[in-house]
């Protein structure tokens, strides 16, 4: 009972399928700064990214040189965040690197993945169904356009080069099963392969790491993270009730050690303020360096470097460690841009259809949203509405 309980937690807590923070609009003009940053610091942190800091596509394809599998951590649906992902696939496999893991795909359909790829002509359908397959609640065009790229890649090639594969890492939850008040026994149903982290780490560790094999795996941040155990924040009683130690990140970083990189992708951080509450990571410090740097798109070293001991005394990150630092939570980072130049990503008005949407529906992680669904216009309105990072984020600069 006690292992199904924490596969249950672990797997609605990290499943991220609808955002948590649901922010009321903020007025028109109503934004508030990033705090700033002490003259001497902001020197030191400028000094040091002039002098390190790498465009982003070479700093995540420099971390090959030392290391075997980099984890690449999102916040999800940022459109620029997965345009970075598709344009690595080329700039890593010039580096010898042939394989990107993704969350977002069912490993038991990997022959079907790879065929996509490496087939005469490109089938759009076929990646729409793969995705739907892992989940019908992710109808996004840019991570569909990861398997375009990567055939494109392909399509380039010489004979007999190596092909570049996305392999999917997760499995198919019974979601259909889900209702309101279910008993345990039915949640174990649900999660029939066990927990998410657990499987996705289990196919990370025979894909790549067993087999010799270099990658680059991207997924949320908190699959991600190699190394920081995610607390899990009771806000009515304001304190922390447990942590997730066992994400797929930790559980290959304990395989391979220091040959395991996590880098996280910029996004805002929810507060002890409230479920609700959310702000500038490390309260700022990045965004108002940021601010005033060029050039804006930048990776950089988190651990070991001036980074590292930024503090954030409100972050639900935060809340179980009494000296909470940069370095702890990552390895790296990577800023492309201001969160007012954020775009959400687009829904493909394609990927659910009259034939499939009982289907879509019956697949929703969510109880309340089966009851309230009957047409394929609300179905993909309510997924780009749960998108929108100005509406969940309004009064960020």
Not at 22 to 39: F, I
Not at 121 to 131: F, S, T
Not at 226 to 238: E, K, S, V
Not at 299 to 306: C, H, T
């Amino acid at each position: 009972m006690r292992r199904w309980r924490a596969v249950l937690l672990a797997g609605l807590l990290t499943s991220l399928v609808l955002p948590v923070l649901k922010a009321e609009p903020a007025l028109p003009g109503e934004k508030r700064p990033p705090r700033e940053v002490p003259e001497a610091q902001r020197a030191k942190l400028a000094a040091y990214l002039r002098d390190k800091a790498l465009a982003p596509e070479d700093y995540v394809a420099s971390k090959f040189r030392d290391h075997d599998i980099v984890f690449i951590g999102e916040h999800h649906f940022v459109k620029h965040d997965v345009e970075l992902i598709r344009d690595l696939i080329p700039v890593i496999y010039r580096r010898g690197v042939t394989d990107l893991g993704i969350e977002f795909g069912c490993y038991e359909l990997q022959a079907e993945a790879d065929a996509l790829v490496t087939a005469p002509e490109y089938d759009e359908g076929r990646a729409r169904r793969l995705m739907f397959q892992w989940g019908s609640y992710w109808p996004y065009v840019e991570y569909l356009a990861l398997y375009r790229a990567a055939w494109d890649l392909n399509r380039s090639l010489p004979p007999g080069a190596p092909k570049f594969r996305i392999v999917g890492l997760d499995y198919r939850p019974r979601w259909d099963l889900l209702e309101e008040g279910m008993s345990w026994k039915v949640w174990r149903k649900i999660f029939h392969k066990g927990g998410r982290d657990e499987h996705m780490a289990g196919v990370v560790l025979s894909e790549f790491v067993k087999k010799g094999r270099k990658a680059l795996v991207y997924a949320g941040q908190h699959h991600a993270s190699t190394r920081f155990a995610f607390p899990a924040y009771d806000f009515a009683r304001r304190r922390v009730s447990g942590f997730d130690s066992q994400t797929m990140g930790r559980r290959v970083s304990r395989a391979l050690g220091a040959r395991a990189f996590n880098i996280c992708l910029h996004y805002p951080w929810e507060t002890i303020d409230g479920p609700n509450s959310y702000d500038y990571p490390l309260e700022g410090a990045v965004d108002a360096l940021m601010a005033g740097f060029e050039p804006k798109r930048v990776g950089f070293d988190v651990k070991g470097s001036p980074f590292g001991r930024l503090r954030d005394r409100k972050a639900v990150y935060a809340a179980a460690r009494h000296k909470f630092a940069f370095e702890d939570f990552c390895d790296g980072y990577v800023f492309q841009r201001p969160f007012a130049e954020y775009e959400s990503c687009a829904v493909d008005p394609l990927f659910i259809t009259n034939e499939n949407l009982a289907e879509a529906v019956a697949y929703l992680p969510n109880a309340a949203a089966k009851k309230k669904i009957v047409t394929r216009a609300q179905f993909l309105a309510k997924f780009k509405w749960d998108a929108d990072f100005k509406r969940l984020y309004p009064d960020l600069r």
